[in-house]
Nanobody, 124 residues
Framework: QVQLVESGGGLVQAGGSLRLSCAVS????????MGWFRQAPGKEREFVAA????????YYTDSVKGRFTISRDNAKNTVYLQMNNLEPEDTAVYYC?????????????????WGQGTQVTVSS
């Protein structure tokens, strides 16, 4: 069983930055994809970024390329999402997710483990 706990959300002005963390416990992650998703009010949950835990391959949705950076710290078993130049459209609950595979996927149903989410609000 994999447990995921997100932190780091908050309220920030447009153009500001936040760093989200996802602490992982319960299993080694050498064959896992770690992903970040977000869900805005009234919208479906959408893929943001993913990283192959062992190989370090990284994937982003187009809307965050150049602004967001996903990374992981093997020693701390933690995945990060550094978000820079935030826009009001980035306002959402952000979720960390884990997929027991070597390739990422943008579909939520491909991820078997989820955190509780952390709220990110960007004011204009």
């Amino acid at each position: 069983q994999v447990q995921l706990v997100e932190s780091g959300g908050g309220l920030v002005q447009a153009g500001g930055s936040l760093r989200l963390s996802c602490a992982v416990s319960g299993r080694t992650l050498t064959r896992y994809i770690m992903g970040w998703f977000r869900q805005a009010p009234g919208k479906e949950r959408e893929f943001v970024a993913a990283i192959n835990w062992s190989r370090g391959n990284i994937y982003y949705t187009d809307s965050v390329k150049g602004r967001f950076t996903i990374s992981r710290d093997n020693a701390k078993n933690t995945v990060y999402l550094q978000m820079n130049n935030l826009e009001p459209e980035d306002t959402a609950v952000y979720y960390c997710a884990a997929r027991a595979a070597l390739q990422p996927d943008t579909q939520t149903y491909e991820y078997g483990y989820w955190g509780q989410g952390t709220q990110v609000t960007v004011s204009s």
